[in-house]
């Protein structure tokens, strides 16, 4: 199942996302938070287009935590080394962006890049996960991440607060996939395009620390709740983006990310 956010006449509502004749559609309204395993529907029929559909983004956390130098040849291209434990860092939830709305560049960076990542969707309370427990039940779905980051800004301020948490860097979505729909161990493919040319290419089977590690490392620091987003971290191929234009974060099974770029 996939399920999306949306604007509707009543407010924020939630939706089951299902494939009619090629296309993509908002279909049912969806009644329990859809963190929760067991999806309730009102039974009624909404059928439009997700084209028509004003999407938002489809989590609301209580904290978004990113994973940095997740993937070796990403370290290496910003001359890091590989770390030996995750590497995390927290964007503020109002860092959140829905899908088509504008990634805005703040005066204060002259560099903000785009960074394309799988998104890990808490599905319920986490603390503490075993060596040998299963982390499946833990997980609610996947999603599409583009971390945005003012690369200047992180080389000055040493730490990342700064360059991670301006307004709109954090784009989300357009939906979130069940994890039985893909596994990022075997490898799903990631691509960040700008302006429709591929600049990141690769895999989530080269993920350093996998993630099954990342929840039960990240649940003996803090405690996970429903709804909390996890951003797995990026592979190579980072770059700039300018006001005007367009940046795409692809990953099989999840469907394309699309954000405009302009200055604040």
């Known amino acids: 199942m996939r399920f999306c956010?949306?604007?509707?006449?009543?407010?924020?509502?939630?939706?089951?996302?299902?494939?009619?004749?090629g296309e993509a559609w908002v279909t049912r309204i969806v009644t329990s938070p859809p963190e929760e395993r067991v999806i309730g529907y009102?039974?009624?029929?909404?059928?439009?287009?997700?084209?028509?559909?004003?999407?938002?983004?489809?989590?609301?956390?209580?904290?978004?935590?990113?994973?940095?130098?997740?993937?070796?040849?990403?370290?290496?291209?910003?001359?890091n080394e590989v770390p030996k434990e995750p590497l995390?860092?927290?964007?503020?939830?109002?860092?959140?962006?829905?899908?088509?709305?504008?990634?805005?560049?703040?005066?204060?960076?002259?560099?903000?890049?785009?960074?394309?990542?799988?998104?890990?969707?808490?599905?319920?309370?986490?603390?503490?996960i075993g060596d040998a427990e299963d982390v499946a039940p833990y997980i609610r779905g996947y999603?599409?991440?583009n971390d945005v980051t003012a690369r200047d800004l992180q080389k000055t301020d040493g730490q990342w607060t700064r360059a991670k948490g301006f307004d709109t860097f954090c784009p989300v979505g357009p939906w979130v996939v069940?994890?039985?729909?893909?596994?990022?161990?075997?490898?799903?493919e990631l691509?960040?395009?700008?302006?429709?040319?591929?600049?990141?290419?690769?895999?989530?089977?080269?993920?350093?620390?996998?993630?099954?590690?990342?929840?039960r490392y990240i649940s003996r620091i803090f405690t996970l709740e429903p709804g909390d987003l996890i951003a797995t971290g990026?592979?190579?191929?980072?770059g700039p983006m300018l006001a005007g234009d367009e940046v795409e974060v692809e990953?099989?099974?999840?469907?394309v990310l699309r954000n405009p770029v302009k200055n604040r």
């Open 88 to 128: 995390l860092f927290f964007k503020p939830p109002s860092s959140l962006l829905a899908p088509g709305e504008p990634i805005l560049r703040p005066a204060a960076s002259q560099r903000v890049d785009f960074e394309g990542e799988l998104g890990v969707v808490i599905g319920r309370q986490a603390r503490d």
């Open 42 to 79: 009102t039974g009624e029929f909404i059928a439009s287009p997700i084209a028509k559909v004003k999407l938002l983004a489809p989590v609301v956390p209580s904290k978004i935590i990113c994973v940095g130098r997740n993937y070796s040849d990403h370290a290496r291209e910003l001359g």
């Open 251 to 255: 990953i099989s099974g999840l469907g």
């Open 178 to 188: 069940d994890p039985e729909s893909l596994d990022p161990t075997a490898g799903e």
């Open 5 to 21: 956010r949306f604007l509707s006449d009543q407010g924020p509502q939630w939706g089951a996302v299902e494939d009619i004749g």
């Open 234 to 238: 990026t592979p190579a191929g980072v």
């Open 143 to 145: 999603v599409c991440v």
């Open 191 to 215: 691509t960040a395009r700008l302006n429709g040319e591929d600049k990141q290419h690769g895999s989530t089977a080269d993920m350093i620390f996998t993630v099954p590690a990342l929840l």
